[in-house]
């Protein structure tokens, strides 16, 4: 079923990110995290299911995966989610780890670029585009910090969602 701003009206906040939580992953409903905004759909429901699709990856495969696949495209997007939601704590623990990944020359693009070209993982390092070599394991032992960090206040994405979505939807 397509989620839409008359099929949602109705539902409080704590149901309307229930029922997107379920109903993403949807073909019809996928486009509000595969494709460019559309013209008439409310930014909540973006900012709604750029956090779900960043929790769902997150708590499935950890930070290094989430940031090879293709949650990667939306990272900026999440970031920009958590600072409208008012989620300062997850903003900063967040921009910690795209400073981390630049800090290396990469961003989550290439991070999810150079996964797809089967360079990720190399034994000992890894060439950037600009010319760059690091070792591989030092990368992911900068990011298993923030990791760390993401696994102990994640769980406040859904109480400043909620309490945005209210704000927002008046319910």
């Not at 759909?41 to 499935?60: C, G, K, N, S």
């Not at 989430?66 to 900063?92: H, K, P, Q, V």
């Not at 910690?96 to 000992?124: S, V, W």
């Not at 585009?129 to 406040?156: A, R």
């Amino acid at each position: 079923m397509k989620i839409t701003l008359e099929n949602t009206q109705q539902l409080t906040s704590y149901n309307f990110i229930e029922r997107l939580s379920i109903e993403l992953w949807k073909k019809e409903n996928i486009y509000l995290i595969d494709e460019p905004k559309k013209v008439g759909v409310p930014d909540y429901f973006y900012i709604t299911a750029y956090l779900i699709q960043f929790d769902t990856e997150f708590q499935m495969q950890g930070l290094t995966t989430l940031l090879t696949n293709s949650t990667a495209y939306n990272l900026e997007n999440t970031l920009d989610s958590f600072n409208i939601i008012g989620s300062t704590t997850l903003a900063n623990c967040l921009q910690d780890i795209l400073n981390t990944l630049h800090k290396y020359g990469l961003t989550p693009i290439k991070m999810r670029e150079r996964f797809l070209q089967g360079t990720a993982g190399l034994p000992e390092y890894s060439i950037i585009t600009s010319g760059n070599f690091f070792k591989e394991e030092d990368l992911f032992q900068d990011l298993s910090v923030h990791e760390k960090k993401l696994y102990e206040i994640y769980q406040q994405i859904w109480t400043d969602l909620e309490a945005y979505l209210i704000k927002i939807r008046g319910k």
